[in-house]
């Protein structure tokens, strides 16, 4: 047996108190497969895992035989805990410390950085010596525990983290909203006095003045279009948290083409049949306000044709919302989805666009397990295919 010697304290490695946090707050039952496993390897009736907290000895897990009928032996585990292999007492040497047990088997559990968390202990072994293979096995099984507290440690960050990323993207949403109000009210006021002057005083402003009214009309409304859509793509995320419904297409559909035929110079049509099973029927909403707002305003013909098309397939709801719009060049594809980022191409009224609209498509989709894709061509129209995960 190796000669147990105390060995000096001052410069020893200690857990920081997260690695304690977690073995108090994790189940016993985390480790008692471990535990198990352990005891097959030495053939012990039971096994432990003690577990040494600053000058505390505790005992967090066992197998084969229940907690509270096993004590500490805190007069040996102190002596233990010092030393950095395994060790092994017989018979004799336990009942000269006052233990009675046959043989212990004791497994240090430290960490790669030296710090000293508690060790493993095999009661009532069957093996005489260790061969070195049952010590190999004893050690990877102590590295599973320190895999599974670095595990769990690594989730609690990532928790940290994601919960700090939520608040600030509250305090981000929440700021958007409030500029965007603040803004709306005398942008409001802005148009309609542009509106009101190019309707009443027109008469009156030479052609560079009326230039420039119409630069203010135009940057007015695109600054309006641009704080409108700011909005929905930070609502998006709580159009996200609605709850999933049926929605039957023909009435679904009815209801957002309704918003848009209201020119002669607009047809639109969709499929009159098909129900899709448990979906986000605010955030598809948004999706195709968006395609189909986006197919009539960049599209200088004198008939603007929207075709939206269905498909249940095994896995995904597919659809297709195909234009005769100006069209995409095909080096924008990529680009277009990209949040603010715009073609420097004005709408049929003049105005530039946002980057918003098919930035919330996107992201709208990557949370309902979706893609898109893009096929256009320029003078002659777009297509956007996009498929939706289905829940059943």
Not at 5 to 12: A, D, L, M, V, Y
Not at 85 to 110: T, W, Y
Not at 295 to 309: C, G, M, P, Q, W
């Amino acid at each position: 047996m190796p000669k147990l010697e105390i060995k000096n304290t001052e410069g020893r490695q200690h857990p920081a108190p997260e690695e304690f946090q977690i073995l108090k707050t994790c189940s016993d039952s985390d480790f008692s497969d471990i535990l198990f496993l352990c005891a097959q390897v030495v053939r012990a009736r039971t096994a432990a895992l003690i577990v040494q907290e600053k000058e505390q000895i505790w005992i967090k897990s066992t197998y084969g035989i229940p907690i509270e009928e096993l004590n500490a032996e805190t007069s040996l585990w102190e002596k233990v805990l010092e030393q950095d292999d395994i060790l092994i007492f017989d018979e004799q040497e336990l009942r000269s410390l006052g233990l009675d047990h046959e043989k212990i088997i004791a497994v240090p559990v430290i960490t790669a950085n030296g710090e000293r968390l508690g060790l493993i202990s095999l009661y009532n072994v069957s093996v005489i010596e260790l061969t070195p293979n049952q010590r190999r096995s004893l050690k990877l099984l102590v590295i599973q525990i320190l895999n599974f507290i670095a595990f769990r440690k690594q989730n609690n960050q990532f928790q940290r983290v994601q919960q700090d990323l939520e608040k600030r993207y509250e305090e981000l949403e929440k700021f958007a909203s409030v500029v965007s109000h603040d803004i709306k009210s005398p942008l409001a006021n802005i148009i309609s006095l542009v509106d009101l002057l190019k309707e009443e005083k027109q008469e009156k402003f030479d052609e560079e003045a009326q230039q420039y009214i119409d630069y203010l009309s135009q940057a007015s409304h695109s600054l309006r279009n641009y704080v409108d859509g700011l909005l929905i793509f930070y609502r998006s995320e709580r159009i996200l948290e609605k709850e999933q419904e049926d929605v039957d297409l023909k009435p679904f559909f009815e209801n957002i083409v309704n918003l848009y035929n209201v020119s002669p110079d607009v047809e639109i049509t969709y499929p009159k049949a098909g129900v899709l099973k448990r979906v986000n029927k605010a955030a598809l909403t948004q999706i195709f306000l968006n395609l189909i707002s986006n197919a009539l305003k960049y599209n200088h013909k004198d008939k603007r044709r929207v075709e939206i098309e269905f498909k249940s397939l095994d896995h995904f709801y597919e659809f297709q919302v195909r234009d005769n719009g100006d069209g995409i060049p095909k080096d924008s594809f990529k680009k277009i989805f990209d949040l603010f980022a715009t073609l420097d191409q004005n709408d049929r009224d003049g105005n530039p666009g946002s980057g918003i609209g098919l930035a919330t498509v996107q992201k709208l989709l990557t949370h309902m397990g979706g893609n898109i894709q893009i096929a256009s061509e320029p003078g002659v129209g777009s297509n956007f295919k996009f498929q939706i995960k289905r829940s059943c």
